[in-house]
């Protein structure tokens, strides 16, 4: 039942990014007297704005990198950065993770940092994909998901590394790990993160279809843990973070170590194999030739 | 929906343990010529009282330690020393555990045992605890679980080590592992055994929380298998473990053991470090500083 | 809930085997001028039956051993080969295992290959079940079974290492690793398989008890994927399969084969030790008396 859901909801990454023109500036600024925002010193515009309120001990992280917050090595450099200046600060407890683009949470790994670029550039930029998942599934702080829009691949994976999935109720939107579709693989941590989610059948077959679910089947399978109407899906995230953080800190933080650990450790120890897999694989004249038919199907889709 | 749930329903040991006060002996006593109490020669009232039924080979253990059968260092080794008498006879192939006390089935560990006492004490109980858990959870017979009261922590985990749960269908009910409440983390045999119940996803969301599920919600996430009126459970009990035991033992006892073994030997071959590990948390002066005010609590609660 | 539907539904091997003089051969012949049956050299009528449909590149595998396709040396080895080909023949990139017999999907190991045989042949016997399982399990190839009537032991096992199931909507069929029902034990890689498929709490469970279950209660706990009329499950497997195929195949395989390599090295690894380890089990006395009182009970039935 869930497969034939499933594949009826199929629209894939390229109905995605193919809304490239449609995209707005719509952010909605929220700040209050409460709210910090970080101090920046970026050149370019800031692709990560992140706004804690002190009261709450709640920072909340907007995507904000057009169109569709691409996991680009710039982006997730920004966005480890700022995760990292979080876990630092004492202060700061929870983490609401949100797009401020219209429509996407985040449309995952950018291709252009993996297309004609050099086995060294790769290697960076696989690494800082490893470092944001590391960075949130280990993470001392109560995470969740505002997942305001669809959340293919990468995107997905960011999700699935928070503590609780709160996602738009709205059925264009769909969420899941679809590399296969576009004739690559999920790496094993990509894998682990799903198995630990959703269980092993439905990871099974979620992967070797490269299925995207709409939020419905989403929640049906537990890729998500509740459904809210788009404009309440902040709130709702900032309602549960506070349930979450009445529990003490310390023990919810060990807790949360010991149940991701074994996951978590062999990335650790497999980080330089795992680099030169995805080198060696991402660079094979095939892998490079699929993705650049599938960018210039994208390109044509745009003009 | 399950978190929210939960959520409402959180009533807590708090609640539970209030309750001292109102506990009655309400023990239904059902001895017939064909039931064969096992002979004590305690000096205090037995906490455990066992009724072995020779025509059938199933033994029902009530536990009776008023008024909450608080798991303390007396009662865990009675009980085991009854478990270990059973699990030798030969003709005893079935045990179902229940309460003879009003409104819990178990309250959990007996916090008494862990505040203010020396590391050697401390050391003690802990064994204790993981010999309860070793000889439920490896128990050759058939266990059955009538869950007729409460269950929070360690009354959750004996629940867990069982074959089968059938609980009260009584909303003021309710169990679960809800350590991180109290500023406590359950250690990795009881995060192991509820996620061989529960799966990874459930338990790591129901741990850092510390839920403590309803009856209905408990059904939903499989923590236990069927809900009864309260005053059928044990009788339903008794018809469900003549069911298990139609099997020939041999083979159920072999296949119980290998689905189990890898579980098992973890806390086997890590007794030793497992202690020492939860001897150096319980005595640190700010996990006994926050017994020592949940324990003030409870008594101003009950005065 | 689920156990008590099981346990109503429980005939037990013995109903299906005994179902032996009421098989007829009600084949249907599907062949079409595009459909190229492998040539075979075997003297005794073929156990299996290979239609392969070059335009789409999926092969049909219908086992048509009467009377209930029991997993004979045999039979095993007929399979094997025939999946042996089809993995080597790089146009065949889907199989569909359905069976040509009524009522039975398969019935599982064949008991005369384990009852007053040599220690030798058993050996050889359940090498052949290995080599079975690591064959499917293993396929590069997408697997769908069309399970067209019940599917009991081995038979499970064999519907198990597909990488979707769609089973007759028939309450009359049941499926389910019922190997305790009979006094033997389901080995650590038929767990392993079934543990992947529908958890560890279900599997531990069923295998105790020996759980067969109707179609409708397999579906709830994901042991087949879809119910379908029993007159339309060859073709609705067809257009499953036709959306597998739709995924590259090469991210797909590796995909594939990473969910299932630990599994799968696990019995690699452990090959000639399980085979002892059947072979002492099998030729015990105990185990001897067991099954011959089990045979002689079948051929008073059939009498």
């Known amino acids: 039942m869930a497969l034939r859901a499933a594949l009826r909801s199929r629209s894939g990454l390229s109905g995605l990014l193919s809304q490239r023109s449609s995209c707005s500036s719509d952010i909605r600024m929220c700040v209050s007297p409460l709210l910090v925002p970080q101090q920046r010193n970026y050149s370019t515009p800031p692709k990560i704005r992140v706004e804690f309120d002190q009261s709450t001990g709640v920072a909340v992280m907007h995507m904000q990198s057009p169109p569709v917050n691409s996991l680009s090595l710039d982006f997730l450099t920004e966005l480890c950065i700022s995760v990292e200046k979080l876990e630092m600060d004492k202060s700061c407890r929870g983490l609401i993770i949100t797009s401020a683009q219209p429509k996407v949470f985040s449309a995952g790994l950018d291709i252009t940092e993996m297309y004609g670029k050099s086995p060294e550039h790769c290697g ?6 490893q470092e944001m998942w590391l960075k949130l599934y ?5 995470t969740v998901a505002a997942i305001n829009g669809s ?7 960011m999700a699935m590394t928070c503590d609780y999935r709160i996602m ?5 939107y769909n969420i899941g790990l679809n590399e296969t579709q576009l004739g690559i693989v999920a790496p094993f941590w990509f894998m682990d993160t799903m198995k630990n989610t959703v269980g092993q059948r439905t990871t099974e077959m979620a992967l070797q279809l490269g299925l995207l679910y709409k939020p419905a089947d989403a929640l049906k399978i537990g890729l998500v843990d509740q459904l809210e109407p788009e404009d309440q899906v902040i709130a709702v995230a900032t309602q549960t973070i506070s349930r979450w953080l009445a529990i003490p800190d310390h023990a919810r933080q060990i807790t949360k170590s010991m149940m991701r650990k074994k996951t978590i450790d062999k990335l650790t120890s497999n980080r330089e194999s795992d680099i030169q897999f995805f080198v060696n694989f991402i660079t094979k004249d095939s892998i490079q030739k699929s993705l650049g038919g599938y960018m210039e199907m994208l390109k044509k889709r745009r003009a």
Chains 1, 2, 3 share one sequence.
């Open 124 to 129: 960076a930029f696989w690494r800082s994909v």
């Open 138 to 142: 280990g993470s001392n702080m109560v």
């Open 151 to 157: 959340s293919p691949a990468g995107g997905c994976l």
């Open 168 to 172: 738009a109720d709205n059925p264009r």
